[in-house]
């Protein structure tokens, strides 16, 4: 599985179509112990089709970022690749969360460093382990 990450000083850029570079990770059998990292730099690109286009060139399978509007969801899901969007913490672990199934993808969702989307206090951190039983993060 190959993810991208809008990229902005190791955590998830704000805005896709603005994104100054992109993390793609690449997981082997989707084994987040066996996963290669690259920064891919938009270089002169701006804009919803252009990045998609960047996206499809990288061959990833889904693209998270900050905020991504109608048009630019549109155009990634007409390259089938999946968009990932309302999120904020370190792109590392948002790209191996959703490989290991847990970010919540449904929409509207948050998470922040520790990965809980304010809906706990004193969560340490999303993980294998889990955040809690009072957690709401979709762990």
Excluded: W
Aim: net charge negative; proline share 4%; with cysteine.
């Amino acid at each position: 599985m190959r993810i991208a990450v809008a990229y902005d000083n190791g955590d998830i850029g704000l805005h896709f179509g603005h994104a100054e570079t992109f993390a793609v990770y690449d997981y082997e059998d989707g084994d987040v112990s066996r996963c290669t990292k690259t920064l891919v730099p938009t270089g002169e690109r701006h804009g919803h089709q252009a990045m998609a286009e960047l996206m499809q060139s990288e061959k990833v399978d889904a693209v998270i970022s900050g905020n991504m509007g109608g048009e630019a969801k549109a155009a990634l899901l007409s390259l089938g690749i999946v968009p990932i969007a309302g999120f904020e913490g370190p792109a590392d672990l948002a790209a191996d969360l959703l490989v290991l199934g847990r970010l919540p993808i449904g929409g509207g969702e948050n998470f922040s460093g520790g990965g809980c989307a304010g809906g706990c206090s004193g969560c340490s951190g999303c993980g294998p382990e889990g955040c809690g039983p009072d957690c709401n993060c979709g762990c």
